[in-house]
């Protein structure tokens, strides 16, 4: 089992987490019913989102200096409050080799984590629960007590 802190730790993470995705869904489908294609790349997409993790926005295609600042406009309003630091990157800036690693870990376009990493990532979390289960269910230790999963 993990340490207090670690279990701080990871509760603190996850409701990070939480309040990014629940942030940038609406922002995604907002910004894309408008026309525009902003996708998430970065540690949320691949599932790696931590304590101190920032929310990173690519802005897929052309757009003029009217489009960029709406776009900065709608991203600044969607995550304020929130404490959490995003980027915008604009792939129109970016060298196509660059653009291609950050596409290799976007969000789908339906909103959806990649199907394997989205797989991969709740086995972990079900494999942790259940050592967790385990250990407090086996009457074996007392309160109090460190434990190592």
Known sequence: MASRID???GERTERRRATAVARVMPLLHDLRSEGFDLVVIGSLARQEFKSHSDV???????LDTHG????E???AAGMR????????????DLAAERLEEFERDLIMDDGNYGASAGVAHNERMVEGLRKTIAVGDSGEIQDGSAVQI
Request: a positive charge.
């Open 81 to 92: 409050g929130s404490n959490i630091a995003y980027d915008l990157v604009y792939a129109a």
């Open 7 to 9: 279990s701080v730790i």
């Open 56 to 62: 990173d926005f690519l802005v897929r295609g052309s």
């Open 68 to 71: 960029r600042a709406k776009v």
């Open 73 to 75: 406009r709608a991203v």
